[in-house]
């Protein structure tokens, strides 16, 4: 695997000026991050990734860099910054901050006013010309942001807050690229860096193709990195192409079970799995922010953008996958698309409501506590959702239960979801610490981790020459075109009639009914777009309605999807054509393909074994079986 490193020379860490002239500093770009974390999750909504002072309570170290002005003079310093409780409260919010020049704090609290991303005057202060320090102080540990800083010599003098106005803005001050650097030009581009991901790049890879893996962050492994620490699920090496998953054993941690220690995902695993691939090239942390279509229904490159340092790339390609589980790429080029719940009119699905919705599965925001050696406090926190003792959750760590957003949109709402996964983490907690009547059960133990990278289980899914609906399921639909196969339940979630008791409408909590299915092999034709015609796609944004992503959305499947799209795209390379044609002129290389595999032989991994005991079919021993959950 040839890596693509930034260059730290290039991150806007010692921003020039001269004369008196403003200066713009990206808090992404800070040479020093102390306790703070790079966040870009949401920089499609608000503009660039941020700095989160993610401290459970605690507040973090101070994250610092340089800046040179050419003038001595009074400068006045503004951040662009978000009071993230403002959704559910008016009171002041608990992401406050400071800003310190060469050592010294500035006079005003930023990140606890406004309902929404704007700047905010930290105050004037006096600068020397030459090199300044600056620094974000954090003052609570409740997650505190900061996107941007400009220090200008006029007071009211502040970039725009409308987002497409300040990337701009952006571009004008040096902070973006006018154009695009040359990323070079590759066989295969694959979008997304989770399971799906990984196993397309690596199967086309070691089919001979150059491919180009682009991730938005520096783990790998999407759901199953330690950022977010869903464990595997899905079964492998089943009919009708057993040798179809071997490769997810390759990378595949160990361990059973959601919100666990760091270590139980074994990221180190998945670093290698794509390091030991000389024919991928991993860009990362790099996010997809653009497309540019060669041709009507034809993608000719990719933009994508460091999280770090804005630097951009345009990467070209005859052949693109999208693993973003948003569809991201397939909505850029215009690929058609669906959302929400299907009505049982649209596709006669019995699983189906009577009426289509916009309701989806939500995204888990996971944490569990640690017990000390000693008794531990915990702030108040109350920011407009409130407990009580029949209300709160008595609970000392939370899953994949714990999931929010399912009534909003979790593309355009996602900062507020995820927001939303926190704040309820750390109102229940306090309570349970500070109120609850057996809080002294509570007294040694403290917030051990909580992820602030939100885990999706739904979104878009970008639609296919077919889309599997469950009757293809139930019915044992034959297609020539069967591929990977789906063994999980229709696992559909919806919010807890416990937790609507008492948060109607504002439902932080999840079930589910689990109804049974015989394994199945999905259609090929699930993992390519009807309208984009060189876009390929694995993950949870497949050609499937509704109900069937309860099936097909679990990760060891999404890796055996990737794994045939990176064998299809083998064959398009071969013979100069696109993901169609591999279906109408090309199913029976693409067949003998599957039968081979492009996983390495592994031995049965005993230790790995979780068999649910909800009446779904026992698997043979060869077959690695978790539940999702």
């Not at 700095?51 to 605690?58: D, E, Q, Y």
């Not at 003079?73 to 800003?99: C, D, L, M, Q």
């Not at 650097?181 to 399971?195: E, S």
């Not at 807890?496 to 090929?524: L, S």
């Amino acid at each position: 695997m040839k890596k693509v490193l930034l260059s730290i020379a290039s991150l806007l860490v010692g921003v020039s000026a001269f004369a008196a002239s403003p200066v713009f500093i990206e808090t992404e770009s800070f040479s020093e991050k102390g306790g703070w974390s790079v966040d870009q999750q949401f920089m499609d909504l608000m503009g660039s990734p941020y700095l989160i002072a993610h401290g459970l309570g605690k507040p973090v170290a101070d994250a610092s860099t340089t800046f040179e002005v050419g003038e001595a003079g009074t400068y006045h310093i503004y951040a662009r910054t978000f009071n993230w409780v403002s959704p559910w409260t008016e009171s002041e919010g608990p992401g406050a901050f400071k800003i310190k020049v060469n050592g010294k704090s500035m006079k005003n609290v930023l990140g606890t006013t406004g309902n929404q991303w704007m700047w905010q005057y930290a105050g004037a202060v006096k600068l020397k010309a030459g090199k300044n320090a600056i620094a974000l102080s954090d003052l609570k540990g409740f997650d505190g942001r900061c996107d941007a800083i400009w220090i200008t010599p006029e007071i009211g003098d502040v970039p725009p807050m409308e987002v497409k106005a300040l990337e701009a803005f952006r571009r004008e001050v040096g902070a973006l690229p006018k154009t695009p650097a040359d990323g070079g030009k590759y066989d295969l581009v694959v979008v997304g860096a989770g399971v799906g991901g990984m196993c397309a790049a690596v199967s086309a890879a070691r089919l001979g193709l150059k491919v180009a893996l682009i991730n938005d962050r520096p783990k790998l492994g999407g759901n199953n990195s330690s950022e977010i620490r869903v464990h595997l699920g899905g079964r492998i090496e089943m009919d009708p192409y057993p040798a179809l998953g071997r490769m997810v054993r390759e990378f595949g941690h160990s361990t059973f079970g959601n919100a666990k220690p760091a270590e139980s995902y074994e990221d180190a695993k998945k670093d290698a799995f794509i390091a030991n691939e000389p024919n991928v090239t991993l860009l990362a942390p790099y996010r997809a922010v653009a497309v540019k279509m060669s041709a009507p229904g034809m993608i000719g490159s990719v933009v994508i953008r460091s999280i770090y340092s804005g630097e951009e790339l345009e990467i070209s390609a005859p052949l693109f996958s999208d693993c973003t589980g948003d569809g991201t790429i397939g909505f850029l080029a215009g690929a058609d698309w669906m959302m929400g719940r299907e009505g049982k009119d649209e596709f006669g699905e019995e699983l189906a409501p009577e009426k289509g919705d916009k309701l989806t599965m939500g995204s888990s925001v996971q944490w569990y506590s640690v017990k000390g050696e000693k008794k531990s406090a915990f702030p108040e926190f109350n920011y407009g959702i409130s407990f009580t003792e029949e209300s709160c959750e008595k609970v000392k760590m939370g899953e994949w239960t714990w999931e929010t957003g399912m009534n909003y949109d979790q593309i355009y709402d996602f900062e507020r979801i995820r927001d939303y996964g926190m704040l309820v983490i750390y109102s229940n907690w306090s309570y349970l610490k500070n109120h609850y009547s057996k809080k002294a059960d509570y007294s040694e133990l403290e917030l051990g981790w909580v992820a602030y990278v939100a885990g999706k289980r739904e979104s878009r899914r970008l639609v296919g020459d077919y889309i599997l609906k469950q009757d293809d399921v139930d019915k044992q639909v034959f297609h020539e075109d069967a591929s990977f196969t789906t063994s999980w339940h229709f696992d559909l979630h919806f919010p807890d009639p416990a937790n609507t008791k008492y948060f109607p409408g504002a439902e932080f909590k999840a079930e589910t009914k689990h109804n049974p299915i015989y394994p199945y092999a999905v259609p090929y034709r699930c993992l390519y777009s009807r309208n984009v015609n060189n876009l390929f796609m694995a993950g949870r944004n497949i050609s499937v309605t509704h109900v069937t992503l309860g099936s097909t959305r679990l990760m060891r499947t999404i890796g055996i999807m990737g794994e045939i799209v990176g064998m299809a795209a083998s064959i398009c390379k071969e013979n100069n054509t696109l993901p169609r044609d591999v279906y109408q002129h090309h199913l029976p290389e693409l067949k003998a393909l599957m039968e081979k595999g492009t996983g390495k032989p592994a031995e049965y991994l005993p230790d790995n074994q979780h068999f649910n005991e909800g009446g779904h079919l026992k698997a043979p021993k060869n077959i690695i079986f978790t539940p999702e959950k």
